[in-house]
């Protein structure tokens, strides 16, 4: 529920993004802005047709404007659902 979305600001968002495993040391997570929507994008990299480099170009940002120039007409909210971590927020949020 609503209830249970992070507050994710940029600098949040950026440090998510260099997590390694601490098993394989791998990094794992991949953290994406779409539409003011934070997602955990990492699951989805294998799966992308575009390829996980290019879904990587978007990591740690917002990837809205890469999405909409290359493909406006996927629906990522169906695709991304279970994957979606939070809302993006500016780094001075006042307490709600
Ligand atoms: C293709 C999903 C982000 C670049 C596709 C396709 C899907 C998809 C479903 C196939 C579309 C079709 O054939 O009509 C997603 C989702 C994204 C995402 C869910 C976000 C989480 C991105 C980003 C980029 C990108 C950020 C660019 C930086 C591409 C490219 C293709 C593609 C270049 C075309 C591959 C080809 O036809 O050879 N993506 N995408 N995608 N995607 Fe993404």
Known sequence: GVSS???VTPSMLKFMNGR???ET???KDAWSVYQ???YNI???LPYHPGGEGELRRAAGKDGTKLFMEVHPWVNWENMLGECMVGIFVSEEQPPA
Do not use: A, E
């Open 5 to 7: 979305l992070v507050r």
């Open 20 to 22: 390694k495993d601490k």
């Open 25 to 27: 040391g791998k990094i």
């Open 36 to 38: 003011g929507k934070v």
């Open 42 to 44: 990492s699951p989805y």
